[in-house]
Each structure stands twice: as C-alpha cells, then as structure tokens.
C-alpha cells in the first residue's frame, strides 16, 4: 500500500471510529511528534544562530535559493 492509500485508510478508520480512547491515542501522538522538534534539541549557541540568520532573512539580506543554485552549478561547471 503506498503513502496515499494508507493515509485514506487511515482517515477512513478515524471517521468511522465511535471509540474515544482510540481519538485521544492518535491525537496524543500528533501532539507528541508535534512538542518534539529539533529547535528543543539544539543547544544555545544553535538556536542563537538560527535566530540571527532569520532576522537577516526578515531584513532582505538573504540571498534567494534560485541565485544560490545558478551560482553553484556555475561554480561546477568550472
């Protein structure tokens, strides 16, 4: 069964459950997988660089992805 047809087969098992336990269960491990993400494991400095680097982003001084990737192939091309 591929990503797709599990996924439908899934909603159409939660729509169809009249099981309360069943709802809390999978809306705990949304909910879990959604508290852990990697910003909670990364140590100061980390996050203190990603904050910089956003608030450059935020200030126009970021260089657009399109620019990057035709610099880099440019640059392997040689």
Known sequence: MNMQSEKLHLVR??????DKDILD???AIFESQQ???????????????????????ERGEGIPHEEVMREFLAWRKK
């Open 13 to 18: 098992m939660l729509i169809e459950t009249e």
């Open 35 to 57: 508290a852990s993400t990697p910003w909670d494991e990364w140590d100061d400095e980390v996050r203190v660089d990603v904050e910089q680097a956003i608030a450059e982003l």
């Open 25 to 27: 269960q999978i809306k």
